[in-house]
């Protein structure tokens, strides 16, 4: 194959999704100095999430990473945690797992599964027969739905709570339904280059409303105030609290997550583009897809799931021959980066601790994989150039 020529433009991995009209809708809209701090807009953001995912609550914070934490907080202060042990993805994100540490459970780690790179349900049911956890949470890795219907019936057969960080997966389906509406929690990340940003920001979205309350509460330090009207009485009844110390009353461990109502304000903006932007990054997860197949590994979707990708992974052959497509990326003004990150498990946070973990499959990721530019401002006609100079790499 001949050279690609040098390009003057730069493929991205991340860009901003907030645009300069957004920008002047959120000027327009301080013009008339509104509240900022957490108030109506982030109730309405909230309430315009719960409709777009299909979920009858969404809490919102102020990162993926704080939606995750809320996750683990709520579980164990509404009693869904008594043992504390939980599985976690060798393959996802620090913050998927950390909380864990820092909330003293007992994580157990599970190996990538080859085709998503989310869990290996087949190490995951050793575990599950092994360790009887009460609670996991899975990644959909880069957007690849999990096979959650697999997922569901070993919850049948095991009986564990399942979370689910969709923090990189706005609008992944797993048979036509949406990642983030099958555990009894999900979480969403609005951070710069995700699907959609409010700058900094998260989300939980559950339909149990015993969860929602105890969300509530570990986003705001733990008390009662944020709750509604009628569960705040039942909770003030029960501990013989009277309305004048009630607000303050602390019930349970919490944090401060809060978002701003700016954050939120940006959020009601972007929502409207969400799902022109999901399009856009199927398209050009698809032209990836055509291209490289038979050339690199990268994941699958089973049949009929979508896809909703933040990068393209591809898994080369051997460190060596990752190392000569990035180094021509890196010459083609191509972002490439590692694959999130790797194996967790061979992280000083985690081998300090417990020792590295061992993983054929997510060792090769982190041996192997590296990232590709997907974002709503490339057309596929720009992935099909990225794709020119990484068979011409190979
Ligand atoms: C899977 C996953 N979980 C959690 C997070 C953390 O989100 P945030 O950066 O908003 O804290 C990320 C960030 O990229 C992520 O990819």
Redesign the pocket.
């Known amino acids: 194959m001949a050279e690609p020529a040098f390009h003057s433009q730069r493929f991205d991995l991340a860009v901003d999704t907030i645009s300069k009209a957004d920008l002047e809708e959120v000027i327009a809209w301080l013009r008339a100095y509104p509240r900022l701090t957490m108030a109506d807009v982030t109730r309405e953001f909230e309430a315009a999430w719960a409709r777009w995912l299909g979920v009858k609550y969404a809490v919102m914070c102020n990162?993926?990473?704080?939606?995750?934490l809320m996750m683990y907080a709520a579980a164990e202060s509404a009693g869904l945690a008594r043992t504390k042990k939980i599985v976690v993805p060798a393959t996802?994100?620090a913050?998927?797992v950390m909380p864990a540490l820092q909330l003293g459970w007992q994580p157990m780690m599970c190996e990538s599964d080859q085709r998503s790179f989310g869990l290996d349900l087949d190490c995951l049911e050793k575990l599950l027969q092994r360790e009887r956890p009460e609670t996991l949470i899975l990644?959909h890795?880069l957007g690849v739905p999990n096979d959650m219907t697999r997922l569901r019936s070993l919850q049948q057969k095991y009986d564990f709570e399942i979370m689910e960080?969709?923090?990189?997966?706005h609008g992944a389906r797993h048979r036509g339904q949406m990642v983030g509406t099958f555990g009894l929690m999900s979480?969403f990340?609005?951070?710069y280059g995700?699907h959609m940003s409010t700058v900094?920001?998260?989300v939980v979205c559950t339909n149990d409303e015993k969860l929602y309350f105890h969300l509530l509460m570990a986003r705001s330090h733990g008390w009662l105030k944020d709750l509604p009207a009628a569960e705040a009485q039942r909770v003030m009844e029960k501990y013989g609290v009277d309305p004048f110390r009630a607000p303050f009353t602390f019930v349970v461990p919490g944090f401060n997550l809060r978002p701003t109502d700016i954050n939120a304000k940006i959020g009601l903006i972007q929502l409207p583009k969400l799902d022109d932007t999901i399009r856009r990054r199927i398209a050009n997860h698809l032209v990836y897809q055509r291209r490289l197949a038979g050339k690199l590994d990268f994941a699958q979707a089973l049949e009929g799931d979508v896809i909703s990708s933040?990068s393209f992974c591809a898994v080369a052959g051997s460190t060596e021959q990752r190392r000569r497509i990035v180094t021509e990326l890196d010459r083609q003004k191509i972002d490439t980066r590692i694959f999130?990150a790797g194996n967790l498990g061979r992280h000083p946070f985690w081998a300090d601790r417990y020792g590295a973990f061992e993983a054929p499959m997510a060792d090769r990721l982190y041996r192997c994989g590296f990232f590709l530019p997907n974002n709503q401002s490339l057309e596929p006609a720009d992935v099909e150039r990225v794709c020119d100079v990484v068979c011409a790499a190979l």
């Open positions: 990162s993926g990473s704080s939606a995750n996802g994100w913050t998927t990644v890795v960080d969709c923090c990189a997966s979480s990340s609005f951070y995700h900094e920001g998260g933040i999130t």
